[in-house]
């Protein structure tokens, strides 16, 4: 049996041929679902990040300008849901509490920012730290123009809370 080029195995073999068919699988998502520019858009992004989130988690889209930084958006994870025809996804909320579904198709939320649920799904039942409550932890992808931590002036990222923290320890916090 031959394969064609656009055909993938079920299985892949080992962690490379997982990241590589994760990366091809979304690239494809993105072509067939964003309008041209956004696809366009997406081409140009080099930075891509897996991270574990869970119900409760933020996600903070920010900018940087010389030594200053804006906080554009703090998204909230509010839950998960799986289904048997159209695989897993994550409702967001933002800070007008609109809500945003994201599934396994990179999703745009703003300006070079894209989230997606990746399809090989690695859940962990996971005690808190510092807590006493267990949740769900399960991963996300995110794709924009650059790494967070080189600095980018001018540019929009999306960073999970404790990693913003990290980055700008002196960032004051408004009610």
Avoid at 134 to 147: D, L
Wanted: proline share 6%.
């Amino acid at each position: 049996m031959t394969r064609s080029t656009n055909s993938l195995p079920r299985k892949p073999q080992n962690s490379d041929d997982r990241l590589f068919h994760e990366r091809r699988w979304a690239d494809m998502a993105a072509e067939r679902v964003l309008n041209p520019d956004h696809y366009v858009e997406w081409l140009s992004l080099r930075s891509t990040h897996r991270f574990l989130v869970f119900p409760g988690k933020e996600l903070v889209i920010w900018s940087q300008s010389e030594n200053n930084v804006t906080v554009h958006e703090v998204l909230e994870v509010k839950n998960v849901h799986a289904n048997a025809t159209e695989g897993l996804s994550v409702t967001l909320l933002d800070g007008d509490q609109d809500e945003f579904l994201v599934g396994h198709d990179p999703f745009r939320l703003d300006t070079g920012i894209y989230l997606w649920v990746p399809y090989y799904v690695d859940f962990q039942y996971v005690k808190r730290k510092g807590r006493d409550d267990f949740c769900v932890y399960f991963p996300m992808v995110c794709r924009m123009p650059s790494n967070p931590e080189r600095g980018t002036p001018d540019v929009l990222h999306i960073s999970e809370m404790r990693a913003f923290e990290d980055l700008w320890p002196d960032y004051a916090w408004e009610d």
